[in-house]
């Protein structure tokens, strides 16, 4: 079974210009999840989709990101503009659904790694 | 809110020892999920352990066991007999099991090296 990936491994801009990040859950995680870690700090949660509705948005951190997830299958990060404090490690991971909250392992992505200059 | 603390930014083991990672956390609610997470280095992040609220006996995982102690709301990871392949990022998350709450609050890492 394949696990979460994300594209693209590594992503290099100039401020001011935008970036879209993908991330491809677990064939049949309802959940999906999006995460950053910016400039060595903790991981901070960003948003939180069911299939393509956002459950929990809440960590987004401005109206300059745009979360999508059309389908209900892989899900798409915009940043527009980027500044320069959005640089850092974008990561996404995903779990099953089930009725069971305890039992929603989340399973991470490699990350993708997005640096502004 | 709930926040999670990891006050050791860097740790170092040689290699068939025994270190133990620290975390601290802080919430008001009874019953949770607490995890420790390993980001290898250029791969990853991997659940190592988990440990539910409610069960006072610590989990343990073949060399990586935990000290839950849930008054003191410490939650420390402790690595037994280190092997190279343990040096990574280790992150402490918490999770709340309120209706619709399933996000990660992690703390701020600690990269454990192993010496040989």
């Known amino acids: 079974e394949a696990g979460v990936t994300q594209f693209p491994s590594h992503s290099v801009i100039e401020k001011g210009q935008t970036v879209t990040l993908r991330c491809d859950p677990i064939s049949g995680h309802d959940n999906l999840y999006w995460y950053r870690r910016v400039m060595g700090k903790e991981i901070k949660f960003l948003l939180h989709?069911?299939?393509?509705?956002?459950?929990?948005e809440s960590g987004m951190p401005n109206n300059r990101f745009l979360a999508e997830r059309t389908g209900g299958t892989y899900s798409t990060l915009k940043v527009q503009p980027a500044e320069l404090e959005d640089s850092g490690v974008y990561f996404c991971?995903?779990?099953?659904?089930?009725?069971?909250?305890?039992?929603?392992?989340?399973?991470f992505g490699p990350g993708t790694r997005l640096t502004v200059t | 809110a709930q926040t999670v603390t990891q006050s050791q930014p860097e740790m170092s083991v040689q290699e068939a020892e025994t270190v133990t990672l620290s975390c601290t956390y802080d919430t008001s609610e009874s019953d949770y999920y607490l995890f420790w997470y390993k980001q290898p280095p250029s791969r990853q992040m991997i659940l190592v352990i988990r440990q539910e609220a409610y069960k006072q006996q610590n989990a343990t995982e073949n060399r990586f066991s935990v000290n839950f102690q849930k008054a003191a709301k410490s939650f420390s990871l402790k690595i037994s007999d280190s092997q190279l392949g343990d040096a990574a990022m280790y992150f402490c998350a918490y999770r709340s099991l309120g209706q619709g709450a399933q996000k990660l609050v992690f703390g701020q890492g600690t990269r454990l090296t192993i010496n040989p």
């Open positions: 991971a995903s779990s099953h659904p089930s009725r069971d909250r305890r039992r929603n392992e989340q399973y």
């Open positions: 989709f069911v299939k393509e509705s956002k459950q929990d």
